[in-house]
């Protein structure tokens, strides 16, 4: 069977074609992901009326290549579409739940409605274009239970997975979530937007700088005796260090400004700040991880791409003996294969399977 995923939560309009055979093996045959960074970019970060309308415009569009890529003529031969339902931009998810709607009900298709964050969670098994996943019984009984390490612009949940489908929530932000606090410090160093690769590349320069941080920034609720996060006091506590910095830096008189130079203690800010970020997620994770013993810890969302954190977990998993996968750095952002994979083991399942007469919009929708 063929699954059209459609993506349209936050500021990238994806649209993919997974192809599964009658041994329940997957491949992606197109993933087409039209990216609205440039244009947020310019307002540092996602405008929520721009994504929507940028969605509509593109849609279509993006359909058209994906169908082509795939080496489809039409939507007919798909059998089933897999939309993001939520959580997301309100706005902006309407937009491709309507077209999905509106495809379902054109061509007479089954359509299911995937939580978003269950996606990325699936974005761990997709292969590059063209290759099969085999996502077996024997897959399972390694990888199942399975502790999950969701980190987006959005949200960052620790997900314990009995099963596909089979889902509990044992620890969350208690405030911004971890891709949202690199996007908020990346605001107060300078970057630009989205903070988290531009943070990872200013960190890269710590070597060719010769600045030292005298202070350490803290690692908050790293010792708590719950699963929870807490991203907020990071932020403030970088915006107090370059406001320590600054006041700290010599003047050559009364009248002259400051000579302090934000771009000399970047790296080192960023490089702490990231750090900071890495060590709180990957002991937690851990923590989790020993309590609740599953056989493999996954990471995904966005914060995915990051190296450090990757290397981190992967070192500190490997440790603890257990399986560890991460997603294709090509599918640690928004897309459409992560829904499209996701809407097939809940169809296959039967549990969430609906018709365009009931595709529920539901924007708020947690796992
Ligand atoms: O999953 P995603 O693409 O969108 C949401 O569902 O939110 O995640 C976006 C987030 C942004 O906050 C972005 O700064 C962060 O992922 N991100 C990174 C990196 N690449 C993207 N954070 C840290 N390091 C990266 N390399
Ligand atoms: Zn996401």
């Given amino acids: 069977m063929k699954i059209l995923g459609i993506e349209t939560s936050c500021d990238e309009t994806s649209m993919a074609i997974l192809e599964v055979d009658h041994k329940k093996n997957t491949k992606v045959l197109a993933n087409v992901v039209s990216s609205q960074i440039k244009i ?37 031969e798909i059998d089933l579409i897999a939309v993001t339902k939520g959580p997301g931009l309100a706005v902006a998810l ?15 298709k089954l359509i299911i409605g995937v939580n978003h964050l269950e996606g990325h969670i699936y974005s761990n098994w997709l292969k590059p274009i063209g290759e099969f996943s085999i996502l077996n019984l024997q897959f399972s009984k390694k990888i199942f239970p399975a502790l999950n390490l969701i980190v987006s612009g959005g949200h960052t949940e620790l997900v314990l997975m009995k ?7 044992i620890g969350e932000t208690m405030d911004d979530a971890a891709g949202e606090a ?6 107060l160093l300078g970057l630009g937007y989205p903070g988290g690769p531009l ?11 010769n600045h030292k941080l005298q202070t350490k920034l803290p690692r908050p609720m790293i010792n708590s005796k719950n699963f929870n996060f807490s991203f907020s006091g990071l932020k403030t506590a970088v915006l107090y260090l370059i406001k320590k910095l600054r006041e700290e830096s010599p003047r050559s008189n009364l009248f002259e400004d400051s000579r302090f130079d934000l771009e000399r203690v970047r790296p080192a800010i960023a490089h702490e700040a990231q750090q900071a970020i890495v060590d709180v997620l990957v002991s937690k994770t851990i923590k989790a991880a020993e309590k609740y013993k599953p056989k493999s810890i996954l990471l995904s969302g966005g914060v995915s791409a990051n190296s450090q954190l990757r290397t981190a977990l992967q070192k500190a998993t490997e440790k603890l003996g257990i399986n560890y996968l991460q997603p294709e750095l090509k599918y640690t952002g928004d897309n459409a294969a992560m829904i499209a994979l996701a809407g097939y083991f ?3 399942k039967g549990k969430k399977k609906t018709d365009w007469k009931s595709a529920e919009v539901n924007a708020n929708l947690r796992i």
């Fill in 40 to 76: 947020h970019a310019k307002y540092g970060g996602v405008f929520p009326a721009l994504a929507a309308r940028e969605h509509a415009k593109n849609i279509d569009k993006v359909l058209k290549i994906t169908l082509k890529e795939a080496g489809l003529k039409s939507v007919e």
């Fill in 94 to 108: 309407i937009v491709g739940i309507t077209f999905a709607k509106t495809l379902a009900w054109k061509y007479k």
């Fill in 163 to 169: 099963d596909h489908g089979q889902y509990k929530l």
């Fill in 182 to 187: 690199f996007d908020k410090i990346a605001r």
């Fill in 199 to 209: 943070i990872s590349a200013e960190a890269e320069e710590l070597q060719a700088t």
């Fill in 346 to 348: 809940n169809y296959a």
